[in-house]
């Protein structure tokens, strides 16, 4: 029997992450990772404007904009979670699960990966916008942001974030969110269908861990940590099921190993699931705990339950 | 379902906080192969999703399993058959329409 590609939530697949040789992305090569991380997301549709009844918009920019971000080392605030990206790579061989020393590696970056916000309110975004209508709107987003060529788009991700009551079908029932990647005259787009997550109740994680609004930053998070480690699906890592990093370990009840829990970082208080890690023990394992460089990744929360 | 054609399953487990279904496997990836599911998702808690491509004419068999039993002391769900609900269905690939 072969496993079909698609996920389910902490299924329980131990097989490790490996890397699947990376899209040809023109001028900016092989792309198989990003390798400096940056988001940009925007708020499509008029929809918005005022409109906003669980304060997702503000919720979303504070999460994303406190990641990576490292001030002294060992510090309460440092964000220890998506550190967990930067184990994997690009440029090496097809099938490798452990990068060797000077891959080129998922690197921390110095300051916060949240490059850009906008909010494309002129007109409305469709009712229930399908899979090629958000990758156009990324590549409007791509333009928007000054990202003209494949060089400028290798290693940043577009969230596009539709407004209360404004979700693609299927959202709330089947999944929460999703990433994917579109060719365009400025080279590969990664972006993510980020719906508003919070209509979707406790399906997409409302009190999951103990607020209302958790839902928003762990399937951001989730969606975030795949598009960084697998921008261009599935060309990047993932398991022999299809797994990315963050599949393996959603839905995770908070107080288990590798449960959710609350991250504290510069920008406040999130809930975030835990992600694969490839080096954790002899197996590897959902970490809540990977600080940049990895020495001392755990699977025990030190932040939260 | 025609050759060339695409079918999604969604599994969804009877709570959200009961064990989620295992992963959906098909017995003849000749007929029925897995796809990329066009875009990778977050899914629903307590669903469980798979996308298939309709590869050749034939018939394959679709098939998952949940626990409903408490986990293991070792903290995995329990295998044990009569802990295991099980899942099916056939699927018959005819050759392409047109």
């Given at each position: 029997m072969m496993p079909a590609r698609g996920a389910s939530g902490g299924s329980g697949t131990t097989a490790p992450l490996s890397y699947h040789g990376g899209a040809s992305d023109g001028a900016a090569g092989i792309v198989g990772v990003e390798t400096t991380p940056g988001v940009y997301v925007v708020f499509w549709g008029s929809q918005w404007t005022g409109h906003d009844p669980s304060g997702e918009a503000a919720y979303l920019h504070s999460f994303l904009s406190g990641l990576y971000q490292s001030g002294t080392a060992g510090a309460a605030s440092n964000d220890n979670w998506s550190p967990a990206t930067t184990q994997y790579c690009q440029g090496v061989a097809s099938g490798i699960s452990t990068c060797p020393s000077g891959s080129a590696f998922v690197t921390a970056p110095g300051a916060s990966p949240l490059l850009g916000s906008w909010s494309d309110s002129g007109t409305a975004a469709p009712s229930h916008p399908s899979q090629s209508?958000?990758?156009?709107?990324?590549?409007?987003?791509?333009?928007?942001?000054?990202?003209?060529?494949?060089?400028?788009?290798?290693s940043v991700q577009y969230v596009i974030a539709t407004a209360h009551g404004n979700s693609s079908r299927g959202f709330g029932t089947q999944y929460c969110a999703w990433h994917s990647s579109t060719s365009s005259s400025y080279g590969q787009i990664a972006y993510t269908n980020l719906p508003y997550i919070t209509d979707a109740g406790s399906s997409c994680g409302a009190n999951f861990v103990g607020s209302s609004n958790d839902g928003i930053s762990i399937v951001a998070g989730h969606e975030y940590a795949e598009a960084v480690t697998d921008p261009f699906p599935s060309t990047g890592w993932d398991n022999a099921s299809g797994y990315e990093i963050g599949d393996l370990c959603a839905w995770i009840n908070p107080g288990k190993a590798g449960g959710a829990f609350d991250l504290t970082i510069s920008t406040g208080t999130f809930a975030v699931q835990s992600l694969w890690s490839n080096s954790f023990g002899s197996q590897g394992g959902c970490v809540d705990y990977y600080p940049v460089g990895g020495s001392g990744q755990s699977q025990t929360p030190v932040n939260g339950t | 379902l025609a050759t060339g054609k695409e079918l999604t399953v969604f599994l969804k487990a009877p709570s959200l906080e009961g064990p989620p279904w295992g992963p959906i496997e098909v017995s003849d990836a000749a007929v029925l192969a897995p796809g990329d599911i066009g875009g990778i998702m977050t899914l629903v808690r307590g669903v469980t999703g798979a996308v298939f491509s309709a590869r050749g004419p034939g018939t394959a068999r679709l098939s998952a399993t949940r626990s409903t039993c408490g986990p293991t002391s070792g903290g995995g769900p329990s295998t044990t058959p009569a802990c295991l609900q099980s899942w099916s269905a056939v699927v018959i690939v005819t050759a392409r329409s047109g």
């Open positions: 209508q958000l990758a156009n709107e990324a590549i409007r987003a791509a333009a928007h942001f000054g990202n003209s060529t494949a060089l400028k788009n290798a | -």
